[in-house]
């Protein structure tokens, strides 16, 4: 019985023609080993199994070839070809610098480089993983990266370029592999599976290259897999059963019922997937994607995006024009939201089975948005009469309010018909607001999509400004200055009842003086006063107008321009008042650096 070699071994390229996915890559190292135009050290950088070290041991093979084809590849029967092929080429040494990072490692390394090579043209070190050298081993190295022999040439790989010191990458040509297409490795797979004698079907391979995620090497891992569990019989099914994968037949069904609005079937259809052992979570972002595919279906020049296999992507294209846009964009914004919420939600059954819920009854609500009475409404809303106002409102209906925002819910508001009316269709024109009971009545949502009523505005019915104005009369009695400090003490104890005890404190100590004219003036020490007295002005003169009777009353404001009797009221001043009592206050500020705040 032979050993068995895995595929990602058996089948590694050997060539670069072979090399699966890179050709920006195989070609630029082709066409450098055709002009002569060799770099001293290269950096091949990537994700994981797309090809680096791979297309590292073909370039170091095919320099030292001594029969390279017109193609520019290594001939594979020269003498440094079989050596290289049999693992005891003396110029070709490859070192692993995830567990060989010391300085000591890369001293050896040196020390093997000023050694010419026997037998070949060039000596070639590869080193793997070269992220993980330590900071002392890169600045060792950075020497000899820099000016090596003629003979010598590095390859660095990694798959973290980030790590890398920019004085290493700086000596370098950087090769950057990109992920593998789900086309290419599938095409790859069936070429292995006809060599094994395996029986598959299209389906089946690209669902085990979408689920490698651009790396060869792990589809090549889950196909030697699938091989043994389904006895050689690579098949749709087998391969959902190996890899724990959900059936695209799930969100197909789920769709349609949230599509025919049945709410019960999707509900059933969840739970038959978490029956089967898979998570909530795998169900929402699989749904997202699914909601995802039919968008890319809708247009022709975006189908190309949709990497699934020719059987599937028919299916997709035939749901996609069930599908309209506007039902596939609120429903990856609800799904979406579901997933953030899934993060901190206790019960994430019950997230994902509201998020069901809300997609069932987003077709009523895309319908409603389109009915022609709903719009009509809306335009006469917005094309009032000027002086119409809202005689009445029948609710059908209670709205249902499915969530509270528009990008998370759907709502489903039922038709509201207003009825408008002119002042002279036998409504009175006293009537300068609609009754507060019928405005009520209407419950609109916030983000409903009918307009909200309450907030209905016609130029007859403008409220009044709320801002407090002037009283004004024919009364002008005689009164004297005893009167008005009686009135003025009776305003101050009103505003202590009301807390407003910087204003009372005011009045307290800044008594009104009765000038000529009925003219109230008020003594005050500094502006904030003023300002204050200013912000109470209107109440407190409509007061004195109203109590004295006379309507000719005016008050005005002074700043008293002198200090004396003048009670400190800002910081600073208080700091003045103390420095005229004790000068030494102004001393220990100096020396202690004080401020006044």
């Given at each position: 019985?032979?050993?068995?070699?895995?595929?990602?071994?058996?089948?590694?390229?050997?060539?670069?023609?072979?090399?699966?996915?890179?050709?920006?890559?195989?070609?630029?190292?082709?066409?450098?080993?055709?002009?002569?135009?060799?770099?001293?050290?290269?950096?091949?950088?990537?994700?994981?199994?797309?090809?680096?070290?791979?297309?590292?041991?073909?370039?170091?093979?095919?320099?030292?070839?001594?029969?390279?084809?017109?193609?520019?590849?290594?001939?594979?029967?020269?003498?440094?070809?079989?050596?290289?092929?049999?693992?005891?080429?003396?110029?070709?040494?490859?070192?692993?610098?995830?567990?060989?990072?010391?300085?000591?490692?890369?001293?050896?390394?040196?020390?093997?480089?000023?050694?010419?090579?026997?037998?070949?043209?060039?000596?070639?070190?590869?080193?793997?993983?070269?992220?993980?050298?330590?900071?002392?081993?890169?600045?060792?190295?950075?020497?000899?990266?820099?000016?090596?022999?003629?003979?010598?040439?590095?390859?660095?790989?990694?798959?973290?370029?980030?790590?890398?010191?920019?004085?290493?990458?700086?000596?370098?040509?950087?090769?950057?592999?990109?992920?593998?297409?789900?086309?290419?490795?599938?095409?790859?797979?069936?070429?292995?599976?006809?060599?094994?004698?395996?029986?598959?079907?299209?389906?089946?391979?690209?669902?085990?290259?979408?689920?490698?995620?651009?790396?060869?090497?792990?589809?090549?891992?889950?196909?030697?897999?699938?091989?043994?569990?389904?006895?050689?019989?690579?098949?749709?099914?087998?391969?959902?059963?190996?890899?724990?994968?959900?059936?695209?037949?799930?969100?197909?069904?789920?769709?349609?019922?949230?599509?025919?609005?049945?709410?019960?079937?999707?509900?059933?259809?969840?739970?038959?997937?978490?029956?089967?052992?898979?998570?909530?979570?795998?169900?929402?972002?699989?749904?997202?994607?699914?909601?995802?595919?039919?968008?890319?279906?809708?247009?022709?020049?975006?189908?190309?995006?949709?990497?699934?296999?020719?059987?599937?992507?028919?299916?997709?294209?035939?749901?996609?024009?069930?599908?309209?846009?506007?039902?596939?964009?609120?429903?990856?914004?609800?799904?979406?939201?579901?997933?953030?919420?899934?993060?901190?939600?206790?019960?994430?059954?019950?997230?994902?089975?509201?998020?069901?819920?809300?997609?069932?009854?987003?077709?009523?609500?895309?319908?409603?948005?389109?009915?022609?009475?709903?719009?009509?409404?809306?335009?006469?809303?917005?094309?009032?009469?000027?002086?119409?106002?809202?005689?009445?409102?029948?609710?059908?209906?209670?709205?249902?309010?499915?969530?509270?925002?528009?990008?998370?819910?759907?709502?489903i508001p039922t038709p509201i018909t207003p009825a408008y009316a002119t002042p002279s269709e036998n409504i009175p024109?006293?009537?300068?607001?609609?009754?507060?009971?019928?405005?009520?009545?209407?419950?609109?949502?916030?983000?409903?999509?009918?307009?909200?009523?309450?907030?209905?505005?016609?130029?007859?019915?403008?409220?009044?400004?709320?801002?407090?104005?002037?009283?004004?009369?024919?009364?002008?009695?005689?009164?004297?200055?005893?009167?008005?400090?009686?009135?003025?003490?009776?305003?101050?104890?009103?505003?202590?009842?009301?807390?407003?005890?910087?204003?009372?404190?005011?009045?307290?100590?800044?008594?009104?003086?009765?000038?000529?004219?009925?003219?109230?003036?008020?003594?005050?020490?500094?502006?904030?006063?003023?300002?204050?007295?200013?912000?109470?002005?209107?109440?407190?003169?409509?007061?004195?107008?109203?109590?004295?009777?006379?309507?000719?009353?005016?008050?005005?404001?002074?700043?008293?321009?002198?200090?004396?009797?003048?009670?400190?009221?800002?910081?600073?001043?208080?700091?003045?008042?103390?420095?005229?009592?004790?000068?030494?206050?102004?001393?220990?500020?100096?020396?202690?650096?004080?401020?006044?705040?």
């Amino acid at each position: 019985m032979d050993n068995f070699i895995v595929s990602a071994r058996k089948y590694r390229p050997v060539t670069f023609d072979s090399v699966v996915g890179q050709l920006h890559i195989t070609n630029t190292l082709k066409n450098a080993i055709k002009n002569n135009q060799l770099a001293q050290a290269f950096l091949f950088c990537g994700p994981r199994g797309v090809g680096k070290t791979t297309c590292a041991r073909i370039l170091a093979k095919t320099i030292n070839c001594t029969q390279i084809t017109e193609n520019n590849e290594a001939c594979g029967v020269c003498e440094s070809c079989a050596s290289f092929q049999h693992g005891n080429s003396f110029n070709f040494h490859e070192l692993d610098a995830a567990s060989n990072n010391s300085v000591d490692d890369i001293r050896n390394l040196t020390d093997q480089v000023r050694i010419p090579p026997q037998g070949g043209k060039y000596k070639v070190y590869i080193i793997d993983e070269v992220h993980m050298l330590s900071q002392s081993a890169f600045n060792a190295f950075l020497k000899t990266l820099e000016e090596p022999p003629s003979y010598a040439i590095f390859i660095l790989a990694t798959t973290e370029k980030h790590k890398i010191l920019p004085t290493i990458l700086s000596r370098c040509q950087i090769f950057d592999f990109n992920r593998i297409k789900v086309d290419d490795m599938a095409k790859h797979l069936q070429s292995i599976a006809l060599k094994e004698t395996v029986n598959f079907d299209a389906d089946g391979l690209h669902l085990i290259a979408q689920k490698a995620d651009g790396g060869l090497r792990d589809a090549l891992s889950m196909f030697d897999q699938i091989v043994s569990f389904s006895n050689r019989e690579v098949t749709y099914q087998a391969v959902i059963d190996n890899l724990n994968l959900l059936d695209y037949d799930y969100y197909f069904k789920v769709t349609t019922a949230l599509l025919d609005a049945n709410l019960a079937s999707a509900l059933l259809l969840f739970d038959e997937i978490l029956n089967n052992g898979f998570e909530g979570n795998t169900f929402t972002s699989g749904l997202c994607e699914h909601f995802r595919n039919l968008l890319v279906c809708k247009d022709t020049a975006t189908i190309q995006l949709l990497e699934v296999s020719e059987n599937i992507k028919q299916r997709y294209q035939e749901q996609a024009h069930k599908a309209s846009i506007s039902f596939l964009i609120s429903g990856l914004n609800i799904g979406n939201q579901c997933e953030i919420n899934l993060k901190q939600s206790k019960n994430q059954r019950l997230q994902i089975e509201l998020m069901l819920i809300k997609l069932s009854h987003l077709p009523s609500a895309l319908n409603l948005s389109n009915n022609p009475n709903v719009v009509q409404l809306a335009e006469q809303v917005k094309k009032k009469p000027e002086n119409s106002i809202i005689a009445s409102v029948k609710p059908a209906a209670e709205p249902v309010i499915i969530a509270d925002n528009v990008a998370e819910a759907t709502i489903i508001p039922t038709p509201i018909t207003p009825a408008y009316a002119t002042p002279s269709e036998n409504i009175p024109h006293q009537v300068n607001e609609p009754p507060i009971s019928l405005l009520k009545k209407v419950a609109t949502p916030a983000h409903s999509l009918i307009p909200d009523l309450n907030n209905f505005k016609s130029n007859s019915l403008t409220a009044k400004d709320s801002e407090p104005e002037y009283v004004a009369g024919d009364l002008k009695n005689e009164f004297t200055e005893t009167e008005l400090l009686a009135t003025w003490k009776t305003y101050l104890g009103l505003m202590k009842q009301k807390n407003k005890m910087s204003l009372a404190a005011l009045m307290e100590n800044n008594s009104p003086v009765l000038l000529p004219n009925n003219e109230v003036q008020v003594l005050l020490d500094n502006t904030l006063q003023a300002q204050e007295l200013k912000n109470e002005k209107i109440d407190l003169l409509n007061y004195l107008r109203s109590n004295l009777k006379n309507f000719d009353i005016v008050i005005s404001s002074t700043i008293s321009t002198t200090t004396a009797n003048k009670k400190p009221y800002t910081a600073k001043d208080k700091y003045n008042y103390f420095v005229e009592k004790n000068p030494v206050i102004e001393d220990l500020k100096r020396v202690f650096s004080l401020t006044v705040d």
